[in-house]
């Protein structure tokens, strides 16, 4: 059973920064793939970044490229989705997620999530 807690979320001003923290509990290094997704407002959930079981593999997707990047912290079993050079369009609740065959927007774990709110 793996439990996933994110933090970090908040209101920002487009441009802002905001660094977004999934603290897992369970086993999950080497174990399953790690990311993040996101669901805006009347909007279907959207794959954001992730990497593979290994810690290699990083995914990003084409809206976020250039200005996210995601990393982990092993030994505090924690995953990090540095969040640059934000847009409107970036508000939506962010979810961590965990799969034992890659992220996606279905996924074998998920956390609660964490709002952000970037403002125009």
């Known amino acids: 059973q793996v439990q996933l807690v994110e933090s970090g979320g908040g209101l920002v001003p487009a441009g802002g920064s905001l660094r977004l923290s999934c603290a897992a509990s369970g086993r999950t290094c080497g174990s399953y793939a790690m990311g993040w997704f996101r669901q805006a407002p009347g909007k279907e959930p959207e794959f954001v970044a992730s990497?593979?079981?290994?810690?290699?593999?990083?995914v990003y997707a084409d809206s976020v490229k250039g200005r996210f990047t995601i990393s982990r912290d092993n030994p505090r079993n924690t995953v990090y989705l540095q969040m640059n050079s934000l847009k409107p369009e970036d508000t939506a609740v962010y979810y961590c997620?965990?799969?034992?065959w890659g992220v996606g927007v279905v996924n074998d774990y998920s956390g609660q999530g964490t709002q952000v709110t970037v403002s125009s």
């Open positions: 997620a965990a799969d034992r």
């Open positions: 990497f593979g079981r290994s810690g290699g593999n990083t």
